[in-house]
């Protein structure tokens, strides 16, 4: 398909390079928001024990 | 909490449209379009590395518009300037995601075609400063401390803003005055008719997954937002129950 | 008391400080002597080599030089609670700054002073092109570094990390002066090419950015 392979192979990896750095950031940022989220639901009821 | 109730379907709905864009796109760039006459296929990596420089210089002017937004409503009204400065911090890390991304596949491309990693040319290192700047602005927002952080963001991405149009001119001059080996091509050296469609559908296609990512963030500094508010809650609600 | 009084008022006051300890100018100027001897021995020029290259070593010393001095320059309002004094005082914040950005200035340029000539003995220098356009491109050139600097040395005053945080923001920012004010230097050193160009630029910058620094000061300064 490709002339030559080495072109093939390095088109391949920069694509990769770019779903990298794009699929870890989404995936960042959506770890971080279920995390956030569970945080707040567990915050009300017992803050107020501490005095 | 109503808002995820509607912020949901639709976030799913376009996370799900701009992958199928992305994987058609790339079909369409990869695999289908014709090979370019001289720089022969590896040239198709402008179908996503030209797609992502031109992102990249739009997400900072949303960076900057709602970086005045923020300013203006501080005082007037709080809680909208809490979203402006929401929409500031999404808009100003997709920027650097798109930026990296353009340095690294210019970088890639540079190397297979030139046999150069880099070169001192007016785009690319235009894009290395604006990519700079942008990371101070992170770099600013993470060491600052609460309370300040927004403001002096705020402040940050003004100047960001007034530099931008200074660094490209003098780039240029000192390109002009100095000329230096040039990494090729590019959206004006002429796209040809047959390829111009491949390239319509990639920009489309990393142009919403880039406004997926944009109401991800978003969201994200929603909620950290309203913890900080929750616990700002709590702390009044505890003093006061001390001072009782 | 008019603006020009507030702004000379405060410039009085940090030269009248500075001159009492005579802290940052000491460390400036050794600094800078010593940045000049360690650039001399990374590079070894020849006299025609040494043009080219003279200019840029020149800003960059000036450039560590002047974070230095940027750095330390508002910690003096920390103590005492001098800054909150400031904040209530009826006196425009923009004099505040302009006053210290324009004490900055005056202590860059001594260190200058000291640093030019050291250069033409180190590097056997002498300017082929106008030397009397450097009169020009040093004060414009140290302007563009001081004006940022004092103010984002400002903004860095409550964070963690305030001394790191100052060369994070403030290099990008300058890149374009600094481009202008190294190209300018070689130009007039060189006589290859015309500096004209970027005098202009610097002065565009100059223009550009002490408006935004005057107009932001208030902001930052209030930023709780």
């Known amino acids: 398909m490709f002339g030559s392979s080495l072109e093939a192979r390095h088109l391949l990896y920069s694509y990769v390079a770019v779903w990298v750095i794009q699929g870890s950031y989404a995936a960042w940022v959506f770890y971080q928001w279920l995390r956030t989220g569970k945080q707040s639901k567990q915050l009300p009821d017992d803050a107020g024990d501490d005095f | 909490m109503q808002r995820s109730r509607i912020f949901g379907p639709i976030g799913v709905i376009w996370f799900a449209v701009s992958l199928a864009v992305i994987v058609y796109a790339t079909r369409l760039g990869l695999l289908l379009a014709p090979t370019e006459a001289t720089m022969g296929n590896m040239a198709r990596i402008l179908y996503y590395h030209v797609p992502h420089s031109m992102l990249a210089l739009v997400f900072p002017y949303v960076n900057f518009g709602a970086s005045l937004c923020y300013l203006y409503w501080r005082k007037r009204d709080p809680l909208k300037a809490l979203t402006a400065d929401a929409v500031a911090i999404s808009s100003a890390e997709v920027s650097v995601v798109y930026g990296s991304i353009c340095l690294i596949t210019g970088m890639l491309w540079g190397r297979v075609a030139w046999g150069i990693w880099w070169t001192w040319d007016a785009r690319l290192t235009s894009m290395l400063l604006l990519w700079l700047l942008y990371v101070s602005y992170l770099m600013l927002r993470k060491l600052s401390s609460t309370g300040q952080t927004h403001t002096l963001a705020a402040v940050l991405s003004v100047f960001a803003a007034v530099d931008v149009p200074i660094v490209f001119m003098s780039i240029r001059w000192w390109r002009t005055q100095h000329p230096a080996p040039v990494f090729g091509g590019g959206p004006d050296s002429g796209l040809d008719p047959s390829m111009k469609p491949a390239f319509g559908w990639n920009v489309l296609a990393w142009a919403l997954w880039g406004i997926f990512l944009l109401a991800l963030r978003y969201a994200l500094e929603r909620r950290r937002q309203e913890r900080e508010q929750e616990a700002a809650l709590e702390a009044i609600e505890a003093s006061l129950e001390m001072a009782q | ?224």
């Open chain 3, 1 to 224: 008391m008019n603006y020009f009084g507030h702004v000379l008022a405060h410039l009085r006051k940090d030269l009248r400080l500075e001159w009492r300890s005579r802290d940052a100018i000491n460390g400036m100027l050794f600094f800078s002597l010593l940045v000049v001897v360690v650039f001399s021995l990374a590079f070894d020029p020849t006299a025609a080599m040494s043009r080219q290259i003279a200019g840029g070593i020149l800003w960059v010393a000036l450039l560590f030089a002047a974070t230095t001095a940027l750095n330390q320059a508002w910690t003096r309002e920390l103590r005492n609670r001098v800054l909150e004094a400031h904040r209530m005082a009826p006196s425009p914040p923009s004099a505040l700054f302009l006053g210290k950005a324009v004490a900055n200035l005056l202590f860059v340029a001594i260190v200058e002073a000291v640093l030019a000539p050291l250069f033409v003995v180190f590097y056997n220098l002498h300017a082929v092109g106008q030397g009397w356009l450097l009169a020009v491109v040093m004060p414009l050139g140290t302007w563009a570094l001081v004006c940022n600097g004092t103010f984002f040395a400002a903004l860095g005053l409550r964070t963690r990390n305030r001394e790191l945080l100052l060369p994070l923001i403030l290099f990008p920012i300058s890149i374009p002066a600094l481009l202008g004010m190294m190209q300018a230097t070689t130009g007039i050193l060189t006589g290859e090419f015309s500096p004209g160009p970027w005098i202009r630029l610097l002065i565009g910058y100059n223009v550009a950015f002490t408006t935004v620094c005057l107009l932001l000061f208030e902001t930052i300064l209030n930023a709780e």
